[in-house]
């Protein structure tokens, strides 16, 4: 990297602003080089509360030990904070008018919102609070105030994931290198929501229900709190928190290292051999967020502990509530790998195995003997195959095909309950068989690229576990084992440079993906004393949900003097069904797809000019403008099918389903300074 710096101002729809500075050393003495980076980013956000307070930083060294080594360091992280809209809802909350214009809503769904909301800005994750109200916010032993003093998140995220990374390239011989990558990977913060101390009677938490949906009165629960009666008029100590906002904390680190050497055992023909070690630690737990007017906060049998003495049971601020685990991870595994390759061909083979050991303990359960709960399950090994080839038919045209079979350990959930504690006996590894195919094309001169790939994926013992909010307000866990699914399809893209003016790119894809067994699972709400229910998920044909699996865009760019580039980009998707709630799908005469989300088509627009040389102030200026959604489209990006808080009458049409609308209209603009 050569010896200078840039500054980037950008500034945006709703608030936006983003300052990006870089500054770099250039080679030193033939020996060093150092780069610096930094982003700070702040914004309204572009639905109501969902604002953003981040920062970015990247530090980076270099150093050439020898000509046949050199160390590269770095450091990256992204400290943030934001306001969440965790909850998808009724098309009819956002826009009747959007509603009535789909053919499979049912209009008696309106009468619920007769009155006009905020439309796709509407967020129930955000309400107003009085500015009278001062209490402080608590993230372990820090103490602050709530990010506006009008009002309140519910769902708020915070994060700080840093990585360190140390890399030793060394040439051992002419035919003989090595790479060895060491790194740590920390992580510190998480995400807050409610919680009631009186659940499941409902006396705890006071929630507005004038609206779409349920929204927090802050007001009133600080009234409660304060008082000396719950929201339902049984006595309870003045100062005592009924409802309040908690944290749900995850701090974690890891430390690895990579290890590979590739030897070039004759011109065409390289292995390489590797070792991959690493080990983590991740502690859950949750803890007093914010008392919302009360002193102290007195947790339910189901969020205590069974170390607590008699005062301790009295929590306040930053203090640990609800569950406390520490889990463990560490892996190892090994690969090798051939490769042969002439101008002609490449054809490689590899193979890898793995080891994974997980650990767990419960520091809010007594195992019986006064230690906490603790669970050791064996190790767990895993393996893939992979190889395939490319053959060039000649100076244009080449051809691919690969292929593998990965037998991947199942994920933490799959193999220990994160809430009782209970280990899995006989824990599947998910397996995935794949295939893909393809041709390249591209000109002499360059002028057209084009390829075609067609992919097939058996991915079976897939394990899942989602987080759900039962129609109680408490968080619950479900957990599918053993999910199988096909994932199939064609893509394409092609670019023609028509001339030194215009630029013309085109891609698309369709997919076929869906299930193709039925599962058992398991529900269990996220309560430490639940009883675990068994339930059969009745999944077999329907699509995979979540994605479309019909897309396709088209990009024109033109330039039409030096310096200066416009584009339009189109995007179209469809064929994309809802995601689906397996807590839905427990009737087996219930074989229906899920809700079919409306394709829909966007236009962005893009524009930059690079001053020329006699009106700049430094080495390279370009300003830059960027118009999404250009036409200001209403369209539904994410849908839940047959959704258990906001469907009509559960029969997997348009008025079932909860969803996030896509972003309105929005502009981004700024100038980039080289110097």
Known sequence: LSRGGMIKQEVGSDGFIKTTGMLASGLLGNKFAFMAQGVRKTGDGLAQGIWTDAWAYYLGASYKISNSNRLDLFAVGAPQRHGQRLYRQNIGAHSAEFARGLSDYDLAALDRYPEANDGFRYNENVAPVSSSYRGQQATGSKRFDRFDPSFLNERENFFHKPQVNLNWYSAL?????????????????????????RSPTGNGFAWNYNSPSRIPDWDKNVEVNQGTLDRKGEPKEAGQS???????????????????????????????????????????????????????????????????????????????IAYDFTNTVDWLGGFAQAEYSTSKATVFGMTGVSMIDYSYTNHFRDDGAGNPLTSNPDAIYGFQVKGGGLVNLNDEVGVYANGGFISKVPIFDGVVDDVGGETNPSPQNEKFLAFEGGLDYRSLDRSVNASVNLYYTQWNNRTVTRGIITSEGEDALISLLGLDAVHMGIEAQAGFQISDLVRIDL??????????????????????DAATETYNFYVKDLKVGDAPQLQ????????????????????????????????????AT?????????????????????????????QRATVFLHVYNLFDDEHIIDALDNSPFNGF??????????????????FNMGVQVHF
């Open 649 to 666: 009458d559960g029969d997997h049409d348009a008025d079932d389903a909860e969803v996030f609308f896509g972003l309105q209209r929005r």
């Open 552 to 587: 396709g865009a088209a990009a024109v760019g033109v330039f039409p003097v030096e310096g200066l580039f416009a584009q339009v980009v189109g995007k179209a998707f469809g064929r994309h069904w809802a995601a689906f709630d397996p807590i839905d799908r427990t009737d």
């Open 173 to 197: 011989s002419r035919t003989l290198t090595l790479s060895t990558v060491a790194y740590f990977s920390g992580g510190r913060g998480g995400g807050t929501g409610t919680l009631d101390a």
């Open 242 to 320: 009924i409802g309040i906002l908690r944290n749900s904390r995850n701090n974690q680190w890891t430390i690895g290292a990579v290890s590979k050497l590739a030897v070039e055992v004759s011109e065409p023909v390289t292995v390489e051999f590797g070792v991959d070690w690493r080990t983590a630690e991740i502690d859950h737990y949750r803890e007093v967020r914010d008392l919302l007017g009360g002193t102290f906060f007195i947790p339910d049998s189901r969020h205590s502990s069974d170390f607590w003495t008699a005062a301790e049971q009295r929590r306040g601020l930053g203090d640990k």
């Open 507 to 528: 891609s698309g894809a369709v997919s076929n993906w869906e299930y193709t067994d039925d599962v058992s699972g398991t529900f269990r709400p996220d309560a430490r």
């Open 590 to 618: 219930d074989r229906a797809q899920s809700w079919r989300v409306p394709g829909y088509t966007v236009l962005d627009a893009h524009v930059s000019y690079t001053l020329p040389q006699s009106l700049r102030l430094a």
